[in-house]
Structures are given as structure tokens and as C-alpha cells.
């Protein structure tokens, strides 16, 4: 053993050997973009907003949220904002009545039931079909899925049910909305349903369940708020479109919930409205503003609702 | 109980009354990677056998290859047989669910099913569509055999996840209890809880030595040789054909025997914690 003293060793460097600038201007980029995506938000939303007092300074609090009739663009115009909403709430609708069944569905044969090769394949085909645009299955519906409802309609059905819809349908635009958000719906029920832990599944196979009841016993009920999560994103997606509606619901504001007629949901209000020729400060230019910051509302609340719930499964497998 | 008239082939290796389960010459891979090598044992009605031996050797990959568990791994593989009263449970006319139904199976962390404590108990008999007069009697014999009922009969409808470890270990005993199996695989059950909880599941144990058949996996020596009538240790040796770790069954024998009086070197090694 040499005897060295203190002195004799190689001094062991601590300060940095460099500023490192690139790195620093790099964590700067960074913030900067997340401030910025934040602030962006929050400008989109006051502009959104901000327009609302003068709306209601023009147009009675209590008129807008009635049932009279919606025809802001009259000479004598009237505003009862439920025949859009109810609009919007049909097509949603008839959207669920497709993509519940059809998104639990893949998403339990995708959790559960395919093997490692299927859902090698079919998981990433989902994905893809998330980002397929929208104006894509506008077309889709107005070419495909309308034709079909009114050479095929269940004539026999009783009333007002029996006529067959004509070139714009509440129930042709929520088939097709529906079909669009399975993706959705399918994909966040899956991840909910693959972080159910094995050992419950071994369990439940451990007692003589069949794959069935596991599945259905076991793992949904275990993963439900995940899948309601699902659910309500899509919802809110099937809210918000506007491609699809715009093309396939019409622009007869009906307050029905029958998928025979045409309805004006609130997207298509916007987008017929705002591509029209309108001018800005009439009471149809701050009636844009206001339906627009009840649709932000609504599908606000639900994502809410549903990272509420997504947060509520994490916390109780972690 | 009826006797029984066994056809099969074996013979007890241990001169007992022929055995409810037993393996022949069974291995087990994953893939490419040959687990367990050659294992052949005989477990008696209503006792409990012990399988002991270091991490890894393969004890885990035995227990559930006797209920068909490892179907549920895609890359396990079987090969020899597993027989239960005599039928090899690995012939292709052989429904895993049913086998399942009579062979049940504790694991070694307690998953409970986040449901309430009755329907935790009740779920095997509702799935396997068990004819029963009275679920809630089912439910409370089940939690009595389990030594839970007088800690959980006043929260029958709170969720299982409410309770501590050691009880929901036993929940799941409940659980598998309810289903009327004849035998019953525990893998390492006292691994995850206290010395309090520990005691209480092999008081729990030798108690339904009365009606089951038991095979527990364990790495406390003391517990096997408290509670087992039969100890079988393995050892992870060498493959001679390609020098990977295989796992090998070393000695099986009366508990007694292994911990007292082990025919081979490493046995005793083990037993007496100089090995592993
Ligand atoms: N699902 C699996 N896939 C691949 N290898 C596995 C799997 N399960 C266990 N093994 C391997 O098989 C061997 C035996 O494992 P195991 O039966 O769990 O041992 P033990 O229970 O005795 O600790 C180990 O080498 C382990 O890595
Ligand atoms: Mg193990």
C-alpha cells in the first residue's frame, strides 16, 4: 500500500466542465412550448367566451335556453337553442346505440380473446382508424349509409316511424358517427381492460370460469370505470363532430329524437352558419359565439367526467 | 366416502391407497427453455404435500401444470402425464374448466376480486352454475371452513378489498373452499403476510386436512415440516444438453424422512439452511 496523503491525490472535479447552454436552451424550448400550448387554450376559450355578454344583452337569457323556435337568421328571429340541442342529443344518440355495443365488444375480444398475432395486427388498424379524416366518413354517410336507410327502411315500423328518411337523416349521421368513434371508445376500453393484473384473471380461471366469464365477470366489471372513461370520449367526440352532421343530418332544426328526419345538430349550426354570409356584429354572428360556448361547455364537462374516472381506476390497482 | 377403483397403470411409489393426483415423467417448457425435468410424484387423499426447494427450481411451474394453469401461458408446454383418479387431465378430451372446477388454487399474493366479500365467495359456485338451496349458507360454511366468518359476518356486502392481507387470504381459501374441489393448490400462501396471518392459514390448513387434499408450495422450511405430510424438493441443476438451469425433483419422501433422515446430500443441505 503506497501512503498517500490528501495532496497527492488527483483532484476529483466537480464543477461543471462546460455551461451547457445547448441543453439549457433546449429545457427553455420546452417550457416555452408548454406555456404556450396552455395559453393558446386559454385564448381560444376567452375568445369563445367573451362575446356572451353582448349576445345576452341582445337576446333574453331565458328565450335562448327554450323550446321556441330556432331561426336566428330571420327578420324576426327567435332563439330557442333545445331544438339544436336536442339535435346534437339524437344524433349522439343513435352514434351510442352503434359504438357502445361495437366498442366493448372489440375491446373485450381484443383484451381477452385474440391472440398475441390478432392483436398485434388489429390493434394499430384501431389506432389508424382514429386518425382517418373526418370529412372521409361525411362522404361515407352521405353517399353510402343514406342511400341504404332509405332503400331498406323497416316501412312496417308503426307512424311516423315507417317513413322512410329522406337525403338527410338524424339517424344516418349517428350511424356513421357512431362507426367513427368505435375506435375511441374500443381503444381506452382495452387499455382499461389490459391493466386488470393477471392475478385476478388467474383467479377467476383458478374457480372453473370459462374465458367468457372472465371477460364478462370479471375484467369489465373491474375495469368499468375505464371503460365508461371510453365512453364518455367518445360521446364528447360525437358531440363535437361537424363533418358528418354538416353532410347527413340536415339543417332543419326538428326537436325529435327520430332518426327518420333531419335535425340541425350545434356543430352543423356553426359550420352552415360561419361559412355562410353573415356579418359580424348581427345577432347571428354573436349567436355562433353562443352555441359554440354551450357545445365547449357540454363536451368539457364530459372529458372532465372522464379523466375523473380514468384517475379513479389508476388509484385503485396502483 | 366411496372407494376407490382405480385403473391406473401406477403404482404408489409410497405404498398408500392409490393417490387422487400423481405425475409421470412430466416436463414442462416454455418455449425453448425446459423448466422442469422428469417429474414424477403422487399426492395421498387428504394429506398435505410440501414442495419445497430455491427460487426458480420450478416448484411454481409443477403446481400449476396439476390444474392446467399453464394453459393459460401461450409459450408452456407439457409433456408426460398428470393424473387425477387415474385420467391424465392433459388428454384432449379433457375440458380444463371442469378440471379447474375440482383442483382449485390459492396464489401466493391474495387477489381478491374487487367485489363484495359475499360475492367473492359466492362467484365459483354462480359460475360453474353449482346447484346450491341456499347461496348465503354456501357463503357463510365457506367463510366458517375459512376461519373468517366471525371477523367478516357483519360486512358481508363491504368490498373484500377492505380487508387486511391475512384476511383476504383467506377470503380466497373461502373462495375456493366454495366450490367443493377435492383438491386444493396453494402457491406459497403465507408469502405476502405476517407471522400472526401466517399461523392462521396452517391452523387453516390442517383443519381441512379433513376433507382436501393439499399441496402447497413454501419456502419456510419450519411451515412445511409443521404442516405437510409429504415434502417433495426440487433443486435447479444443470442441463447436460445445453448447460442451462433446469429444474429437477431431488427427494420425495414423508416429510419426517426429508427433514430427519434425507437419502441425498443436498436435501439435507437445504432442510437444515445451508443451501439456497
Ligand atoms: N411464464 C414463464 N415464461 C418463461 N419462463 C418462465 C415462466 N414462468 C416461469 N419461468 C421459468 O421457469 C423456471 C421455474 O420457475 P418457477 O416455476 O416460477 O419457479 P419457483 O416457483 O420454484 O420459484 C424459472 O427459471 C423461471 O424463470
Ligand atoms: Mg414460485
Known sequence: ?318 | MTSQTSTDAFTDTRGHVPPVMATRGLNVYYGDFHAVDDVNLDFNRREVTALIGPSGCGKSTVLRSLNRMNDLIPSARIEGEVTYHGQNIYQPKIDPIEVRRRIGMVFQKPNPFPKSIFDNVAYGPRVTKMKVDSMSDLVEQSLRRAALWDEVKDNLKGSAFGLSGGQQQRLCIARAIATSPDVILLDEPCSALDPIATAAIEDLMTDLKQEYTQIIVTHNMQQAARISDTTAFFTAGLDQDNGKRIGRLVEYNDTSTIFNNPAEKSTEDYVSGRFG
Do not use: H
Request: hydrophobic letters at 50%; a neutral charge; proline letters at 6%.
Open chain 1, 1 to 318: 500500500m503506497s501512503t498517500t496523503t490528501r495532496t497527492d491525490r488527483p483532484s476529483v472535479v466537480l464543477v461543471a466542465q462546460s455551461s451547457r447552454w445547448g441543453e439549457k436552451l433546449i429545457q427553455f424550448w420546452l417550457g416555452f412550448c408548454a406555456i404556450a400550448s396552455v395559453i393558446i387554450t386559454v385564448g381560444i376559450v376567452l375568445a369563445l367566451f367573451s362575446p356572451l355578454p353582448e349576445f345576452f344583452s341582445r337576446v333574453d337569457f331565458r328565450e335562448f335556453f327554450s323550446t321556441d323556435t330556432w331561426a336566428p337568421a330571420l327578420a324576426t328571429p327567435s332563439f330557442g337553442v333545445w331544438n339544436i340541442v336536442v339535435g346534437t342529443l339524437n344524433v349522439t344518440m343513435y352514434a351510442l346505440i352503434v359504438a357502445l355495443p361495437a366498442g366493448l365488444g372489440a375491446a373485450i375480444y381484443l383484451s381477452e380473446f385474440a391472440g398475441r398475432r390478432a392483436r398485434k395486427v388489429l390493434k394499430p388498424i384501431l389506432e389508424v382508424l382514429e386518425g382517418v379524416p373526418t370529412v372521409a366518413y361525411g362522404i361515407f354517410a352521405f353517399t353510402f349509409v343514406t342511400p341504404l336507410l332509405r332503400d331498406n327502411w323497416p316501412t312496417w315500423l308503426p307512424g311516423d316511424l315507417g317513413d322512410p328518411p329522406g337525403i338527410f337523416s338524424a339517424g344516418a349521421a349517428g350511424i356513421v358517427l357512431g362507426i367513427m368513434i368505435i375506435p375511441t371508445v374500443a381503444s381506452i376500453a382495452e387499455d382499461s381492460m389490459s391493466a386488470v393484473p393477471r392475478s385476478l384473471r388467474e383467479g377467476a380461471y383458478g374457480l372453473g370460469s370459462t374465458r367468457m366469464q372472465v371477460a364478462t365477470k370479471v375484467v369489465v366489471p373491474a375495469a368499468l370505470s375505464g371503460i365508461v372513461a371510453g365512453f364518455v370520449l367518445g360521446v364528447s367526440r360525437a358531440i363535437g363532430e361537424t363533418m358528418v352532421v354538416l353532410l347527413a343530418a340536415g339543417a332543419s332544426p326538428n326537436m325529435t329524437l327520430m332518426p327518420n328526419e333531419s335535425v340541425l345538430p350545434m356543430t352543423a349550426f356553426i359550420g352552415r352558419t360561419a361559412t355562410g354570409d353573415i356579418s359580424a356584429g348581427t345577432d347571428v354572428y354573436f349567436t355562433i359565439f353562443a352555441v359554440g360556448a354551450l357545445l365547449f361547455t357540454m363536451t368539457f364537462v364530459m372529458n372532465m367526467i372522464s379523466i375523473a374516472l380514468v384517475r379513479r381506476f389508476r388509484e385503485k390497482y396502483e
